[in-house]
């Protein structure tokens, strides 16, 4: 119950800070993405499309029979797509693009958020250096984790659907791999909010523990 | 009668009379997603969009006589995005090759509330033809053993990985032999021409025009593993259920469209290239008569047959969810649409070309820039008519002759030919070719070559 209080309390302290963060890494990663794009196919977007995601949503749940798909299929929605065309071929073939996904979006949005109040709570840790890079780095892993599952490269190879090992794929990762990793997106996108979850629970219990400590301290002096 | 209950009724009757106008002009919303970079999907795509095919046979009577419609396309590059917008109700009707198609069926039998139905074909090739792999026009690589050790990219999740692995199977080609990467048409067509790539396997018509452009050269071809590649229409079952003579009219559509090609395919292919972009040359090895592609609509037996196998290898190698054939597949409309047009449906759906007995004795073909197509019964009179327009200096747009072996057609300048005496014979790979020159004690020579043995001097 201390450790709930103590989160409640930082997270009330830090909560346009989280907000900011988490705004600032969805952006980001979109921009890591593109820049991951440009560098991989050597050549800049020429094209970009713009969707009516609010028209699209609207019209998913009033022609979807059943709530339980609704969900899904909104989730796969796309705000923007931008990407290179590549002319050579007939009249115009999409050699790559980025989709802006409002629902990964989201995701991102918050994982930054956690990831702001990891470091919030990090920078009051009061144990050793060496304890505190241990939870930076599974921060940084949970984020990676969560980070990876949620890109939204794209190109023509998708014949089938379009997934996030795609992403990956386009930046090198070998198809047996990608194959291989492909069916582990939710298990990774889970594993990776619960290490962030796990980790900010410990820093919050660390922090209760040494504040209890110092109270006694205090009332024994 | 008082002044409220006027009201009410002048209210009431504002109602009825608006709700009336509103059912009078009922308007059907008909999206297609299509793709005009696949050649195998034309007759259910673009030749329909462009020649309006599909306004001529919408119901205008009975249910349907106060209706209007709104017919709109939507192109895309692959099928997975097709999907992806039917289900979000965007698109009514999708177009696509098997691979993708047997995706769309699965990924709506996951849902709860949603299903597509598969209604109709497009065209086929019986032994898989369509697909292939290429190497770069100067590689020393002509036979897929060569590819062992090698790196091979294909758009991982197509008809032409399915096609490449089974291939790699048939030939004792284990995994680890070769590099597989993950590579889309263009980048693939690209990597072939700058050599960057040592093989790359693709779908209609990348392989051909890789060929046509001279970076690429074919060592197989998809006829080799003996599974048809096919392409089909899937409509949402919703739709279909509401509106079952729009999908009829929409079948009746893509079986005209068929007919209009075999009618003149020289003037449909050059039509098409404006359409598309794609180079009608390219197009015209498709859909020529002896071309890779039999356009008929009939849901044949095999093609269940073949489409459960390409479900079999995408289970085996990607997590997609099962599909229920027999929900999915239905001839009641293709069915309707036959009878409404008077075409003997079971006559279709009973024969099946194969190009190995069908194009046997077909002519080969010359296309003049200015003069159109000729066509030549003999490979030699084909040859003296070469050597004939070659010193008039006739621009060519290309020529077409036939694989010895399997009856595929194909570029007079890419295949192999072989000089045995006075007979001449021309093969897709070097392998064939070179096996036939010593079995008849002949020689491997080049289309240049063959055609010099003809031209007169003075």
């Not at chain 1, 995601?53 to 796309?78: C, M, Q, Y």
């Not at chain 1, 920078?123 to 890109?151: E, F, H, I, Y």
Request: aromatic share 12%; net charge negative; with cysteine.
């Amino acid at each position: 119950m201390a450790v709930l209080t103590t989160l409640w309390q930082d997270f009330q302290a830090s909560w346009r800070r989280m907000v900011f963060f988490g705004l600032v890494f969805a952006l980001l990663f979109q921009i890591f993405m593109m820049i991951a794009l440009i560098v991989r196919f050597q050549n800049f977007p020429n094209y970009v499309t713009f969707y009516d995601w609010f028209g699209s949503a609207i019209h998913i749940v009033k022609s979807t029979p059943s709530l339980r798909d609704v969900g899904p299929i909104i989730w796969e929605e796309w705000l923007i797509e931008i990407g290179y065309m590549n002319y050579d071929y007939g009249s115009g073939i999409s050699e790559w693009s980025l989709n802006v996904v409002p629902s990964r979006l989201f995701v991102l949005f918050i994982l930054g958020a956690c990831v702001s109040l990891c470091l919030t709570l990090l920078k009051r840790d009061v144990c050793g250096a060496g304890a505190s890079n241990t939870m930076r780095a599974t921060t940084g892993l949970g984020a990676l984790m969560v980070a990876m599952t949620n890109a939204t490269m794209s190109w023509v190879v998708c014949c089938a659907t379009p997934s996030w090992v795609v992403g990956l794929a386009m930046l090198g990762l070998g198809v047996s791999t990608s194959l291989a990793l492909e069916t582990m997106g939710p298990l990774l996108t889970y594993g990776g909010f619960g290490l962030l979850a796990v980790t900010i629970l410990f820093l919050a219990w660390q922090k209760t523990r040494a504040q209890a400590l110092s109270n006694m301290r205090f009332a024994n002096a | 009668m008082t002044m409220n209950q006027n009201l009410k009724t002048a209210l009431l009757g504002s109602v009825m009379m608006a709700a009336g106008t509103f059912a009078s002009a009922e308007t059907i919303e008909i999206a297609i997603g299509h793709q005009s970079m696949c050649t195998d999907t034309y007759t259910a795509g673009i030749v329909i969009k462009e020649l309006g095919l599909l306004e001529q046979y919408l119901p205008t009577d009975g249910d349907y006589a106060d209706v209007e419609y709104e017919v709109t396309w939507a192109d895309y590059s692959s099928g997975g995005p097709i999907t992806n917008q039917m289900l979000a109700n965007k698109l009514n009707f999708g177009v696509m090759g098997d691979y993708p198609l047997i995706v769309n069926g699965a990924k709506f039998q996951e849902t709860e509330s949603l299903r597509t139905l598969y209604v109709a074909g497009t065209g086929y090739n019986l032994k898989g033809s369509g697909n292939a792999i290429v190497v770069p026009v100067e590689s020393d690589m002509y036979s897929i053993t060569d590819l062992v050790g090698a790196e091979v990219s294909t758009p991982v999740g197509s008809a032409a990985w399915g096609m490449l692995l089974k291939a790699m199977q048939d030939n004792g080609i284990p995994t680890e032999d070769y590099v597989l990467k993950n590579q889309s048409p263009a980048v693939g067509a690209a990597n072939i021409a700058a050599g960057k790539i040592d093989a790359h396997s693709d779908f209609c018509p990348w392989s051909e025009i890789m060929e046509y452009r001279g970076t690429g050269r074919k060592i197989y071809d998809g006829s080799e593993t003996g599974v048809p590649y096919l392409h089909g229409v899937v409509v949402r079952q919703d739709f279909a259920e509401e509106y079952p003579e729009v999908v009829e009219a929409f079948i009746k559509a893509v079986w005209q469209a068929g007919e209009w090609i075999r009618e003149d395919p020289m003037e449909a292919v050059t039509l098409m290239e404006g359409w598309t972009g794609v180079e009608k040359e390219v197009l015209y090895l498709y859909f020529s008569e002896g071309g890779h592609l039999t356009l008929e609509p009939s849901i044949k037996d095999e093609w269940i047959d073949a489409l459960a196998f390409n479900h079999g290898v995408l289970t085996n190698e990607r997590a997609i969810p099962p599909l229920d054939f027999d929900a999915w597949i239905t001839e009641d409309y293709i069915r309707a649409a036959y009878e409404d047009l008077g075409v003997d449906y079971e006559a279709d759906k009973a024969s099946i070309v194969d190009p190995v007995a069908a194009n046997e004795g077909l002519p080969m073909e010359i296309w003049h820039a200015r003069d159109g197509i000729s066509s030549y019964e003999t490979l030699p009179d084909f040859l003296t008519a070469m050597a004939e327009m070659q010193a008039t200096g006739a621009l060519l747009n290309s020529t077409y002759v036939y694989d010895s072996e399997t009856g595929l057609k194909l570029f007079g300048k890419t295949a192999f030919w072989v000089k045995a005496g006075e007979e001449y014979a021309t093969f897709l790979r070097l392998g064939e070719a070179e096996a036939f020159a010593e079995a008849n004690g002949g020689a491997v020579i080049s289309f240049d070559e063959a055609i010099s043995d003809f031209v007169i001097e003075g």
